[in-house]
């Protein structure tokens, strides 16, 4: 084995011997806590700059997108951070050009808009299921990084992650959502067909890749198994993305105030029941 060769396979191993340590609620929570207000300060940065940032987010079902989405977006604001997730197209929207919905949804300056599933559809649930032609996907995949170069071009930093589970993980997450009432509803008819087509997606995957992993758009692909270290990771990464800075802002101080000089209505109001 070369010296290459080893350093590659020690540092592999020392990977897997981290992510197989259980990663505690409580220093999960802390460093998240941390992350969130460094979200903050890329929240302000982007508004007070002007920048568009845009965040896809794929991968197999049940590997943990919208954990990891809701862990990034938690804490800033919405009319920032942007979430966008499509149904099922329209005959309308079917008949358009293929990105043309996607595209009225990029951001705008002073936005983050993340994308829960994207135009890679078409590369992944839409070829595996038969939704499309092959020419369809094949014209898809040429397009694409010109399309991704265009968006690119206009200013747009545009993150794409892959989220990678095991076949033995995904199930055990599906199933776990037959019995959790919290859950039931993450569980289509579509996540059925598709359980037994692991080896399909893995070659739609490996596709994709192969076409649309660019130098101006590149793929990047996190370790999913366990879903408080993913979400972790990507947070931080997407931090290390974006060259944000602290916004100067002016101390905070709550301004003096009147209360008491008028005298409530003595109105019947409807009150909540207080059971807890």
């Known amino acids: ?53 845009c965040i896809l987010f794929e991968g197999r079902d049940g590997a943990g997108k919208g954990g990891t989405i809701k862990a990034l977006t938690e804490r800033v604001s919405p009319r920032v951070f942007r979430v966008i997730a499509l149904p099922a197209p329209t005959d309308r929207e079917k008949s358009q050009m293929y990105f043309q919905r996607y595209i009225p949804h990029l951001p705008a300056a002073g936005e ?7 135009w890679y559809n078409r590369a992944g649930v839409e070829r595996v299921m038969g939704f499309c032609s092959d020419e369809e996907v094949e014209w898809f995949l040429e397009t694409t990084p010109s399309v991704e170069s265009a968006i690119t071009r206009s200013g747009v930093t545009l993150l794409k992650y892959w989220l990678e589970v095991s076949p033995d993980e995904q199930e055990k997450r599906l199933r776990a959502r037959i019995d959790d009432g919290r859950k039931t509803w993450k ?50 990464h997407i931090l290390s993305q974006v060259p944000y800075k602290d916004v100067p802002s002016a101390d905070v101080e709550l301004p003096p105030r009147k209360v008491g000089k008028y005298k409530p209505a003595d109105y019947p109001f409807k009150f909540v029941a207080e059971r807890f």
């Not at 366990?226 to 979400?231: A, C, E, F, H, I």
Request: hydrophobic fraction near 40%; proline fraction near 2%; aromatic fraction near 8%.
């Open 112 to 118: 983050v808009v993340i994308f829960d599933r994207s």
């Open 187 to 236: 569980l289509t008819p579509m996540d059925l067909k598709s359980f037994d087509r692991w080896d399909d997606y893995t070659r739609a995957r490996d596709e994709m890749f192969a076409a649309t992993d660019t130098e101006t758009a590149p793929w990047f692909v996190a370790r999913s198994e366990d879903k408080k270290r993913v979400r972790l990771n990507v947070i931080r």
């Open 1 to 53: 084995m070369s010296k290459k060769s080893k350093h590659k396979a020690i540092q592999a191993q020392a990977t897997e011997a981290v992510a197989s340590e259980k990663l505690s609620r409580k220093d999960y929570e802390k460093e998240l806590e941390r992350l969130h207000v460094e979200l903050v300060k890329l929240q302000q940065w982007v508004v007070h700059k002007g920048r568009k940032v």
